[in-house]
C-alpha cells in the first residue's frame, strides 16, 4: 500500500512583511475607562504614539473579551515614517457614526506637490483612499455599519496605480487609479487640520510600507479573526 503526501498539508505559513507601525490594543495599559495619551508601537520601530485632544480611553471586554481603544474625536500621531512608494493600511475597528467622512490614517502633511494621503470612510460608510488636496479616488463596494467591528484592508502602489481594499478577509474592490505621491504616514483618528474625526473603537491598527502579499493577507486576516472573533 502507498500514499501520496499532499505537499501543502505541511507546508510552513508565509513569512510576514514586518509592519512599519503596529498598534494593539491588548498592550495598552490602564483601567476601564481611563484616558490612554500614549500607545505603545509593537512593530519593533520605537514609532509610539501620542494621544491628544478628545480623550481617548479604555474600554475593556468590547470585543471577545478584549479591551479596546475608544476615540471620540482624539488625535494619534507618531514619527519616522519614511516616503514610499506603495502601503497596506489593517484596522480592526467599530465606527460609531458616519455624519462625515472618518479619518483611519492619515499624513500629517504633504510633499512638495501638497499631495496628503488618507485612507478613511466615507459619508457613505465605505472604505476610501485618495488624497486631501486631490481628492478621494477610490472607494471599496461594500457599506459598513455602526454596530459591529470590521477588519478593513486598504493598499495602494503609485508605481502601477493597482488599489485593492479588504473587508472582513474578503476581496471587496479592486483597480486603478491615479494619486500623485506619498507622504509618510503618521496620524490616525483625525486627518491633517484636525478633520474628519473618528468616533469608535479601535482594536488593532498597523501599516506596512510594501503591498503585502495575498498569503501574508491571509495570515493576518486569519489572525486577527481568531483574536477578535468578529466573523
Not at 110 to 125: A, C, F, H, Q, W
Not at 218 to 223: H, P
Request: net charge negative.
Amino acid at each position: 500500500m502507498s500514499f501520496i503526501i499532499n505537499p501543502y498539508l505541511f507546508a510552513a505559513a508565509p513569512s510576514l512583511t514586518p509592519p512599519e507601525v503596529e498598534f494593539d490594543s491588548r498592550n495598552i495599559p490602564g483601567a476601564d475607562g481611563s484616558t490612554i495619551t500614549a500607545w505603545t508601537d509593537s512593530s519593533g520601530n520605537a514609532r509610539d504614539m501620542a494621544i491628544t485632544l478628545d480623550p481617548t480611553t479604555v474600554e475593556t471586554n468590547e470585543l471577545n473579551g478584549h479591551q479596546v481603544s475608544r476615540w471620540n474625536g482624539g488625535l494619534g500621531s507618531w514619527s519616522g515614517n519614511a516616503e514610499a512608494d506603495a502601503y497596506t493600511v489593517i484596522s480592526v475597528l467599530k465606527c460609531s457614526s458616519f455624519a462625515s467622512a472618518r479619518t483611519v490614517m492619515s499624513a500629517a502633511s504633504g510633499l512638495t506637490e501638497g499631495n496628503i494621503p488618507v485612507v478613511r470612510l466615507g459619508t457613505n460608510s465605505k472604505i476610501e483612499i485618495g488624497s486631501v488636496d486631490l481628492g478621494i479616488s477610490a472607494t471599496s463596494t461594500t457599506a459598513l455599519n455602526t454596530s459591529n467591528f470590521f477588519t478593513i484592508c486598504a493598499q495602494y502602489d503609485t508605481l502601477t496605480g493597482a488599489y485593492a481594499f479588504y473587508l472582513n478577509g474578503s476581496a471587496d474592490g479592486s483597480g486603478t487609479t491615479t494619486i500623485e505621491d506619498l507622504a509618510h504616514f503618521s496620524r490616525i483618528g483625525r486627518r491633517n487640520g484636525n478633520l474628519e474625526p473618528f468616533p469608535g473603537d479601535i482594536f488593532y491598527m498597523a501599516l506596512w510600507n510594501s503591498i503585502l502579499s495575498g498569503g501574508e493577507l491571509t495570515t493576518r486576516f486569519d489572525d486577527l479573526r481568531t483574536a477578535g472573533g468578529h466573523y
